[in-house]
């Protein structure tokens, strides 16, 4: 069994710009007329972006498009590459909600996407 995340989103071309500019995901296909399905990977990991208007149609009774208190986590092998992501997103004055730290176990720092989902980006280490 794997995992797949599925962002609910607002607009989906947006969305894919900040996971494919910041956290280095190229796109694999979009689906539907006009678009609002697309699946995007970075190595192992899928995630897929949905237009809140095609989920509504596609899942009944899914509830009113709200911001997310979940956080989701993508982890990295490389320290330098989570340092890169984080000047970047810095650079370009993106809503981060955590500075980039060393905690227990791991570096990381946390950042809103385009539709406020909470996203950490972390690189675990042993000490």
Do not use: C, H
């Not at 995992?3 to 989103?9: A, G, P, R, W």
């Not at 694999?28 to 949905?50: A, C, D, R």
């Not at 570096?107 to 385009?114: I, K, L, N, T």
């Amino acid at each position: 069994m794997d995992t797949v995340i599925e962002f609910v989103v607002s607009d989906l071309y947006k969305s894919a710009e900040f996971y494919i500019k910041y956290l280095g995901f190229k796109e694999e296909f979009t689906e539907y007329v006009p678009p609002s399905w697309m699946q995007l990977k970075n190595g192992e990991t899928i995630i897929m972006l949905v237009t809140y208007d095609y989920a509504k149609k596609d899942i009944p009774g899914l509830k009113e498009y709200t911001p997310s208190t979940n956080l989701y986590k993508f982890r990295y092998s490389s320290l330098d590459e989570v340092k890169e992501i984080y000047e970047n997103i810095k650079k370009d004055n993106r809503k981060i909600f955590l500075d980039f730290r060393k905690s227990d176990y791991r570096y990381e720092f946390g950042v809103f996407d385009e539709d406020d989902n909470m996203i950490l980006v972390t690189k675990v280490t042993d000490e």
